[in-house]
C-alpha cells in the first residue's frame, strides 16, 4: 500500500496497512500568501505582522496603531481586498507538478480564515466585540473575506489540481472556544459550509478532502464540522477527549495530532520526555482508528525537539504497527 493509500484508508476509517503518521502520505504545499510581507512586515491585506518574544511563527501586531479597520462601520474604505489575480502562483504549481500522485496526495494549504483574518485586521479584542455589538457590518466584512477565499481557493486549485485543501481558523485556546457555539453557529459555520462545499466542486472526478486546522480546544463544535463537510480536523490537542470524540464520530470525521507539544517544545526539552509523548499519543490514540499522529501545530518549534519526535515517530509507530495491523 503505497503512502497515499494508506492515508486515505486512515482518514476514511478504511483499513490501513499501518499507523498513519505526521503527514506521510500527503506532500502539503505552503500558502503562496505566507510570507510574503512587505519591507514593513505588511502583508498583501496590509496587516502588520511581527515577531515576539519565543514567538514560532509571525503574528498580527497588536497595537492599536496598526490596525487596518479602526471603525468596524467604515471597514469598506478601510480594506483593500488582495488581487487574485497578482498572486504567483508558480512555485506551487511547479510544487505540485513535481509530486508522484501514485504515492502522495497534493494538499495546497490556505491560511488566515474567516475569523484569523478579522483579528488581523482589526485587533483580536475588537474581532471578538464586533460580533456581538456590530454584527451587520461583522458579517459583511466576513462575507467580503469568504469572497476572496472562494475566488483564491479556485485559482490554487487552478494551479496544482490539489487532492486536499488544508484551511487554517484557529477557534479557541487550549482551555476553551474563543466564542460560543451558538456565534460559530451563527457567523463561521454557514460561510465555511459555503467554502467546503465550493472547493468540493471543483472536480467530478474525484473527491476532494478539505482539512480544517485549529489546534485548540474544540470538542463543541465536532458536530457542526461534521455537517458543514470537514473530513479532517488537524490540531487535535490532547485538551480535548480524543479517545471520546474517536469513539463517538467514528466513520465521520478523521483526526490529526494527539502530542501534547506543548509539554515539550522548549529549548532545554528532555530527550527521554519527548519519547515518552510520542509513545504515550501512539498507545492511546493509535487502538482507535481514524486519526494520524503527530504535532497538532505541524512542526514543533525547537529543531533538536522536531528531530527526536519524529525519530521516535518513526521507530515507535512501526513496532505499534506490528502489533496492531495485519
Known amino acids: 500500500m503505497t503512502p ?28 503562496p500568501l505566507t510570507g510574503t510581507y512587505d519591507a ?16 514560532y511563527n509571525p503574528m498580527p501586531c497588536i497595537l492599536p496603531d496598526c490596525d487596518v479597520v479602526t471603525d468596524i462601520s467604515q471597514w469598506k474604505e478601510q480594506v483593500t481586498v488582495p ?7 508558480s512555485g506551487v504549481k511547479a510544487a505540485a507538478d513535481q509530486t508522484d500522485r501514485e504515492q502522495l496526495l497534493v494538499g495546497m494549504s490556505c491560511s488566515c480564515g474567516l475569523f484569523e483574518r478579522t483579528h488581523a485586521l482589526m485587533g483580536f479584542e475588537a ?15 466576513l462575507d467580503c473575506i469568504l469572497e476572496f477565499k472562494m475566488a483564491y481557493a479556485r485559482k490554487l486549485y487552478d494551479a496544482t489540481d490539489f487532492d486536499l485543501f488544508y484551511y487554517h481558523d484557529d477557534w479557541g485556546s487550549k482551555r476553551s472556544l474563543f466564542f460560543s457555539p451558538e456565534t460559530w453557529d451563527e457567523l463561521i459555520r454557514p460561510r465555511e459550509k459555503k467554502l467546503i462545499d465550493y472547493v468540493k466542486s471543483f472536480s467530478d472526478e474525484k473527491e476532494i478532502l478539505f482539512m480544517h486546522h485549529s489546534d485548540t480546544y474544540l470538542e463543541p463544535l465536532i458536530p457542526g464540522m461534521i455537517e458543514i463537510g470537514i473530513d479532517i480536523w488537524q490540531g487535535a490537542i490532547p485538551q480535548n477527549d ?14 490529526h495530532g494527539g502530542i501534547d507539544i506543548a509539554a515539550i517544545d522548549f529549548a532545554e526539552a528532555d530527550e527521554a520526555a519527548i519519547r515518552r509523548e510520542v509513545r504515550r499519543a501512539v498507545d492511546t490514540y493509535g487502538p482507535n482508528g481514524g486519526i494520524i499522529i503527530g504535532i497538532p501545530s505541524i512542526a514543533a518549534m525547537f529543531p533538536k525537539v522536531e528531530e527526536v519526535y519524529l525519530d521516535e515517530l518513526s521507530s515507535y509507530s512501526r513496532q505499534f504497527s506490528q502489533r496492531h495491523y495485519k
Open 4 to 31: 497515499k493509500q494508506n492515508f486515505l484508508e486512515t482518514v476514511r476509517w478504511g483499513k490501513p496497512e499501518y499507523l498513519c503518521t505526521d503527514l506521510n502520505g500527503l506532500n502539503l504545499m505552503l500558502d
Open 40 to 55: 514593513d512586515m505588511k502583508d498583501e491585506w496590509g496587516c502588520q505582522w511581527g515577531y515576539g518574544n519565543r514567538e
Open 83 to 89: 488581487d487574485v489575480e497578482a498572486i504567483d502562483y
Open 127 to 141: 474581532s471578538l466585540m464586533a460580533m456581538l455589538t456590530d454584527r451587520e457590518a461583522y458579517e459583511e466584512l
Open 242 to 255: 480524543i479517545v471520546g470524540l474517536q469513539k463517538r464520530y467514528k466513520g465521520q470525521i478523521a483526526f
